[in-house]
C-alpha cells in the first residue's frame, strides 16, 4: 500500500497505459481519478476496478480544454482536499509524413499531447506549491527522444513533452514537487492495436514492432505503469527531470 491515502489523476486513464496505472495505484491504496474523453471506457475501468474491490472515480474531460483541465483538478481537490500525483497520460497518434500530416492533426496532436500536458500541470501545481510536495509523471515516448520517420506530429509533440518536463523540473526543484517523464517503447495498447495493425496488418505490423526492440518484443502496459508509480514514490524522490526509457532497448541503438 505505497499510495495509501494518496490523491492521484490520471489523464487519459480509459485504456492502455492510463488504465494499468489507475488500476495499479487503486491497489496500492491511492484514490484514483481518471480523465478522459470517452465516457464509456471510462465507466468500464471504474466497473473493473469495483470487481477487484477498488475504487476508482472518473470524470469526462478533453485535456486540450482549459476549463475541462480545472474542473477535474477542482473535482479531485473537492473530493480529496489534495493532489499528490499526476500523470499525464492523455495522448493521441496520427501517422503522416511532414508534408502529407493535415493541419487539423498536426494542431489536434498538440493539442492533447503538449497543452493537455501543460494544462493539468498548470492548475495542479499551484496545490503543491501550497502543500511544498508533489510528484508530477508525464508520458513522453522514445521517440521523443530520436527521430523516427512518418510520425511528424507524433514525435514532434512527445519531444515538446520531453522539453517541458526537463524545464518544470528545474522551476520546482527547489520547491518539493519532482517532474519526471516515462519514454516507452511501442507498448500493447488500443494506440497500437485498433490504429497501427489494423491499417498494416497484424503479421507485418507485428514483425516491423518487433524488429525495433532489441528484447524482440513489445512492452506491456503495466510494464509502463510500474515505471510511472516508481517516479511517483518516496524512493523516487531525489529523482526529478529524468526522461525513464521503457523500450526493451530501442534507446540504445
Keep these: 500500500m505505497r499510495f495509501k491515502g494518496k490523491s492521484v489523476i490520471v489523464t487519459g486513464g480509459g485504456t492502455g497505459i492510463g ?74 497518434l496520427y501517422p503522416g509524413t511532414t508534408h502529407e500530416t493535415p493541419s487539423e492533426m498536426w494542431d489536434r496532436t498538440f493539442g492533447i499531447n503538449v497543452r493537455g500536458t501543460w494544462l493539468m500541470s498548470k492548475f495542479v501545481i499551484p496545490h503543491m506549491l501550497e502543500r511544498g510536495e508533489g510528484r508530477i509523471v508525464n508520458n513522453a515516448s522514445i521517440v521523443g527522444l530520436k527521430g523516427f520517420p512518418s510520425l511528424a506530429a507524433y514525435t514532434a509533440s512527445k519531444g515538446a513533452v520531453v522539453q517541458l518536463t526537463k524545464s518544470m523540473a528545474l522551476e520546482y526543484a527547489e520547491k518539493g514537487i519532482t517532474v519526471n517523464a516515462v519514454c516507452p517503447g511501442t507498448t500493447m495498447t488500443p494506440l497500437v492495436t485498433e490504429g497501427y495493425l489494423k491499417r498494416v496488418g497484424e503479421e507485418e505490423g507485428m514483425k516491423f514492432m518487433n524488429s525495433l526492440h532489441p528484447m524482440g518484443r513489445l512492452a506491456g502496459a503495466s510494464e509502463v505503469a510500474h515505471a510511472v508509480l516508481f517516479l511517483a514514490g518516496e524512493n523516487a524522490g531525489f529523482i526529478t527531470g529524468l526522461m525513464l526509457t521503457v523500450d526493451g532497448g530501442w534507446g540504445a541503438k
Design 19 to 92: 488504465k494499468e496505472t489507475a488500476l495499479l495505484f487503486a491497489k496500492e491504496g491511492a484514490h484514483v481519478l481518471i480523465t478522459g474523453r470517452r465516457k464509456d471506457k471510462l465507466g468500464e475501468v471504474k466497473a473493473e476496478a469495483e470487481e477487484l474491490g477498488l475504487e476508482i472515480e472518473y470524470a469526462t474531460s478533453d485535456v486540450s480544454r482549459e476549463e475541462d483541465c480545472r474542473a477535474a483538478v477542482d473535482y479531485a481537490l473537492g473530493k480529496h482536499g489534495k493532489v499528490d500525483v499526476l500523470f499525464n497520460n492523455a495522448g493521441v
